[in-house]
């Protein structure tokens, strides 16, 4: 029932078509009195008005949509990133997590009341604040090829194992390939310290998320202070530098704060009715 | 020189990593049950990771070892934990 077509829009199969097309998708939520308007979004491919429901100063960024259960396409995905993007320009935004639909503006309104308190905390906190990526790889096999031959336990092993016998190299493999995830796993330790050393200066805080893959060894967000955004790419780029071809930085930004927010809704069918 | 800067918008697995689970999150149940019903909140539980997540800990406990566990930055330790309109609890026998 998740498999929905890709273009909902042409979904016409409800009774109810209407109501249907009545629901609002959020992209996060804002500080403002006023309302305000970002352009347009072309989530669930259409192209619909951004525009804010406010609860008292905190307001919620949303355009109307079909009430339909998104598929993270690229295009969805992106377009819920743009919106986003518009919004970072002017606010500090505290995200939504994609694909959230409400019915009426009246349940987004609920729902602001409900975690108001907790919301205004947040923004207070993150006001002025934006979040960065950055990824850390590198070519696992070159750096296996060069314990061989500057790791000196690795080295001499390897050395007798090209000797011996071939009885004797299943298990002594086996030995040689745990030394050598220990011995990268340690030097993947040292470098991440070291690249956390250099950067701790010019951020706020920094999240380390589990990397992905064998050839990355870091894969965290920070947070920085908007005024130091300059500061903290000139150290990225020294700490990059001091690794020279032995390490590749990817870093993306500026991003929300997603990884420092995380806010978790539970919602109930309302009694009332 | 191995550093490769973009724009958030233009990494789609950055951007996916991102959007699909973090920031204000609703229950994926709840996401499919929003179709057509009124819905109101009963609980929300706000977590705000402590701005000083990571390199406070550090300094704490020394650098040494947080690498080989991640998941201390995502530890209780620095999660404050506001229950913000508890659901009513059920009498039990």
């Not at chain 1, 505290?94 to 609920?110: A, K, L, N, Q, Y």
């Not at chain 2, 929300?44 to 650098?63: P, W």
Request: hydrophobic share 40%.
């Amino acid at each position: 029932m998740l498999d929905a077509a890709p273009h909902p829009v042409a979904q016409k199969a409800e009774p109810s078509g209407r109501a249907q097309s009545e629901g609002r998708y959020v992209y996060g939520v804002i500080e403002s009195r006023m309302p305000v308007t970002f352009g347009k979004s072309s989530i669930g491919g259409v192209n619909e008005d951004v525009y804010t429901v406010h609860y008292g100063d905190i307001t919620a960024v949303v355009s109307r949509t079909p009430v339909f259960i998104f598929d993270p396409t690229r295009d969805n995905a992106l377009a819920h990133e743009h919106v986003i993007e518009s919004v970072m320009k002017n606010y500090t935004i505290i995200p939504m997590s994609f694909g959230t639909v409400f019915r009426t503006d009246d349940d987004i309104r609920e729902v602001l009341k409900s975690i108001y308190t907790s919301l205004k905390d947040v923004l207070k906190q993150m006001t002025g604040k934006l979040e960065f990526g950055l990824k850390v790889t590198w070519d696992r096999d070159r750096i296996i090829e060069e314990l061989k031959r500057e790791h000196e336990e690795i080295h001499r092993f390897h050395q007798e194992l090209t000797r011996k016998h071939l009885q004797s190299t299943y298990f002594a493999r086996m030995q040689l390939g745990r030394m050598i995830d220990k011995a990268l796993a340690e030097l993947a330790a040292n470098y991440v310290r070291e690249i956390y050393d250099g950067l701790r200066s010019v951020c706020v805080a920094s999240r380390d998320n589990k990397p992905i893959g064998d050839k990355m060894i870091m894969n965290a967000a920070f947070l920085i202070q908007k005024e130091r955004e300059a500061e903290f790419d000139a150290a990225v780029n020294r700490v990059a530098q001091k690794f020279g071809e032995r390490l590749n930085f990817k870093y993306t930004g500026p991003w929300p704060p997603y990884n420092f927010v995380n806010i978790r809704l539970k919602l109930e069918r309302g009694n009332a009715g | 020189m191995a550093v490769e800067r973009v724009s958030g918008g233009s990494s789609l697995i950055d951007v996916l990593d991102r959007v699909l689970d973090k920031g204000i999150v609703i229950d994926a149940w709840v996401r499919i049950s929003l179709v057509g019903i009124d819905l109101i909140t009963v609980e929300a539980r706000v977590v705000v990771a402590s701005i000083d997540t990571y390199l406070k800990y550090a300094d704490a406990v020394g650098l040494t070892g947080l690498v080989s566990r991640p998941q201390l930055a995502e530890g209780a330790a620095e999660e404050e934990v506001v229950e913000v309109k508890p659901r009513p609890t059920r009498r039990r026998r």
